[in-house]
């Protein structure tokens, strides 16, 4: 159907749109653009177009721009989407989850802007950035759905997913998401060189003072040591009870080697001193590492909704 086809072409266009807005997102934060435009929103210097156009300006108006365009893009994606599949929950679901947060990241970026004196400024930039990953991710998802409709390649029946893996996924997935909030928090806080050039600890310390820029640091650190060992134990239970279900096994192995590489570029972003390029891959990976185990979230379905055929399955995910 033409209309679909056309549909799915827009929802490719608003997750590329999607992904353009954290980037430029990370690189407002990593550049300390966040005052290019001074205190004022959504205009920049009280105008439209700011006479003077210094580097951090520009990069803040950009960043405004790129989010305008994208938040109408996931307008239109949403509306059409509800009126092409009214009576698809998962749709509507995707569709009010894309549109919400990115209300609400970009309310909580004009937050920290006109009231950056009276605000949590490190906390609030770090919600900011987790609101725009559920956004992303969502429309991700939403463009992911568009694309098995109408024919639902998603849950079969013949192989479904036992209570304890939609557990260990699910749990996989708010782990990650505390762990990019400590991430953010590192970046908004300035302790990316908390432990100067030091790996894997810091230092001769391993356990800082977690109010201090090598704490936070090293808070991080130790989730994302957690995150690569879950991860690899999710694929490991994968393999031994799920190995014929293609989506799951596909995306355990992309799991898993996102976070390895997600580790490494962690690595080279303290070895190059918290070099831009090293910091935006990073940022990359995870917000497709996060995409990836929530479409597993997706397709596996709720923990507490059972199939006919799921009580043969084994209760533990490591057991076959």
Not at 121 to 143: D, E, M, N, W, Y
Request: aromatic share 12%.
């Amino acid at each position: 159907m033409k209309q679909l086809r056309i549909l799915r072409a827009l929802a490719v266009v608003t997750s590329v749109g999607a992904y353009i807005m954290l980037l430029m997102g990370a690189i407002v934060s990593k550049t300390e653009s966040g005052k290019g435009c001074g205190n004022s929103w959504p205009f920049c210097h009280g105008q439209l177009i700011p006479e003077s156009m210094p580097i951090s300006t520009l990069i803040e108006l950009s960043h405004r721009v790129v989010s305008g365009i994208d938040g109408l893009l996931i307008l239109i994606l949403t509306v059409w989407s509800w009126m092409m599949f009214k009576d698809n929950m998962r749709v509507k679901t995707l569709g009010f989850m894309s549109l919400f947060f990115v209300v609400l990241q970009g309310g909580l970026g004009a937050l920290t802007v006109v009231f950056e004196g009276e605000f949590a400024k490190k906390f609030a930039l770090a919600l900011h950035f987790g609101f725009s990953l559920i956004s992303f991710a969502s429309v991700i998802l939403l463009t992911v759905t568009l694309f098995q409709l109408p024919k639902q390649l998603s849950v079969k029946d013949d192989q479904p997913i036992s209570k304890g893996m939609k557990i260990a996924t699910w749990g996989l997935a708010a782990w990650t998401y505390v762990i990019v909030y400590t991430g953010a928090l590192v970046r908004h806080a300035d302790a990316t060189m908390g432990c100067g050039y030091s790996f894997p600890g810091c230092g001769t310390t391993l356990l800082p003072d977690f109010t201090s820029l090598a704490g936070i640091h090293m808070l991080h650190r130790y989730g994302a040591y957690s995150m690569w060992l879950f991860s690899l134990l999710f694929l490991i239970g994968i393999l031994k009870a799920f190995r014929d279900r293609q989506d799951f096994v596909r995306g355990g192995w992309m799991a898993f080697v996102l976070i390895t590489l997600q580790a490494l570029t962690g690595i080279i972003t303290i070895k190059t001193g918290g070099q831009l390029v090293a910091a935006l891959v990073h940022t990359t990976i995870i917000s497709v590492y996060f995409s990836v185990i929530s479409y597993l979230c997706m397709q596996g379905g709720w923990p507490w909704k059972r199939s006919l055929k799921e009580a043969e399955l084994p209760a533990n995910p490591m057991v076959n």
